[in-house]
Nanobody, 132 residues
């Protein structure tokens, strides 16, 4: 069982920045591929960013709406994945969820990394609100 705990959400003005953190349990964090998703009220859960595990080179993936503004990174020594969010917009307002995708495969596709159904473990979410 993997437990994920997000932190770092809050209220920020448009154009500002926030950094989300997600701390994971387990001694094999480097083998987890990690993703960030978000869900705004009345909308479907949306892929934000993902980073693959050590076997697949820590490849990063981004949703089109955040590309160039958000950066995902990981610190395997701290069992933590980060989401640096810059140039925030009101439309970025949502609950942000961290998720872990655990597989024995040494290959991963972008489609798999972008699909919420690939992720077996989820955090409780952290609210990000961007005011205009």
């Amino acid at each position: 069982q993997v437990q994920l705990v997000e932190s770092g959400g809050g209220l920020v003005q448009a154009g500002g920045s926030l950094r989300l953190s997600c701390a994971a349990s387990g001694r094999t964090f480097s083998t987890y591929s990690m993703g960030w998703f978000r869900q705004a009220p009345g909308k479907e859960r949306e892929f934000v960013a993902a980073i693959s595990n050590m076997w697949t080179g820590g490849t990063t993936y981004y949703g089109d709406s955040v590309k160039g503004r958000f950066t995902i990174s990981r610190d395997n020594a701290k069992n933590t994945v980060y989401l640096q969010m810059n140039s925030l917009k009101p439309e970025d307002t949502a609950v942000y969820y961290c998720a872990a995708y655990i597989t024995l495969s040494r290959m991963v596709s972008g489609e798999t990394m972008r699909s919420a159904t690939s992720y077996a473990y989820w955090g409780q979410g952290t609210q990000v609100t961007v005011s205009s």
